[in-house]
């Protein structure tokens, strides 16, 4: 089991495919966490989508893809259809998925933080703090999913949280709450995972071939995801890397290396110092 001390670690599951788009996450979240509005909510012109990414003031995005109907599709997973009115099967369906921090299980923003203001929580979730951050922004680089950013208005990091503070008082995230389809799934992460299989089974038995899971393999480039989702579609489609790694994978060996080259160097120098003396 994944556990953090005596306590399981906990993550979301976030099952796309029963998404609706409502937003409800997106509104919890920000009402919970006190997270400022995003730049206006003006639509962005390509979709119904008003909030566009993750960003230190979207903790939650739920994406809003337009796309052809997959043929061999069979079943209708209640996806609201588009197209001109009186138009029976317009061809088209809207894909929409609730995106969020993955929590990750080698978490690159955590691993750079030199203050120690980004922390893994008792439920193995990642969390900054806010009263210790200094703003240097070497986080933002480092996450290959794009998550965390710095608050212009603030010059300090900001993300989702996980709600932290609702954990510790055996509360779930605002989002899962508010989220009136169950598509996001709040648990123990193990829990989570069979859960995840068995809905990806049933959707494959039903006819709906391109059900797949991203970010559950703990054998991943970061070590599976905390947050983890059940998508229909490549993850690109929904601006989701393909194949994240760690960014500090390297880091341990190029440390290895610098202190083999300054051994070296230094045997070198006292080497020609007592070769003058001699
Ligand atoms: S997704 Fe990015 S911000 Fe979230 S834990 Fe992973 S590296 Fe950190
Ligand atoms: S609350 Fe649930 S159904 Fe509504 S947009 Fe968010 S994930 Fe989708």
């Known amino acids: 089991m994944a556990e953090y001390g005596t306590q399981p670690r906990m993550g979301f599951f976030t099952d796309t495919s029963v998404c609706i788009g409502c937003k409800a996450c997106e509104v919890a979240c920000k009402e919970w966490n006190g997270v400022p509005e995003a730049g206006g909510l003006d639509l962005l012109g390509m979709s119904y989508d008003n909030t566009g990414a993750l960003g230190s003031n979207t903790w939650r995005h739920v994406a809003f893809v337009e796309q052809p109907k997959p043929a061999e599709s069979t079943v209708d997973l209640g996806m609201p259809d588009v197209g001109a009115p009186g138009q029976d099967d317009p061809g088209v369906r809207w894909l929409m998925s609730s995106d969020v921090c993955k929590h990750c299980t080698h978490a690159a923003c955590l691993d750079v933080c030199p203050t120690g203001s980004l922390f893994r929580t008792e439920f193995g979730t990642v969390v900054v703090q806010q009263d210790i951050c200094n703003g240097c922004g070497y986080c933002v680089p480092a996450c290959p999913y794009g998550v965390i950013e710095k608050r212009e208005s603030d010059g300090r990091a900001f993300k989702c949280t996980l709600c932290y503070d609702r954990l510790g008082a055996g509360m779930e995230p605002a989002c ?3 989220c009136p389809t169950d598509s996001i799934q709040f648990g123990e992460l193990d829990e989570l995972r069979e859960r995840a299989d068995e ?16 970010g559950h393999d703990p054998e991943d480039g970061v070590g599976g995801d905390g947050a983890f989702f059940l998508l229909l579609d490549e993850p690109e489609v929904y601006g989701l890397p393909p194949d994240p790694v760690v960014t500090t994978r390297d880091l341990p060996a190029m440390w290895r290396r610098a202190t083999v080259a300054a051994v070296g160097a230094a045997a070198v120098v006292v080497a020609s110092f007592l070769g003058r003396r001699r």
């Open 176 to 178: 899962a709450k508010a």
């Open 199 to 214: 809905r990806v089974r049933t959707l494959h038995d039903s006819g709906v071939p391109e059900a797949r899971l991203y």
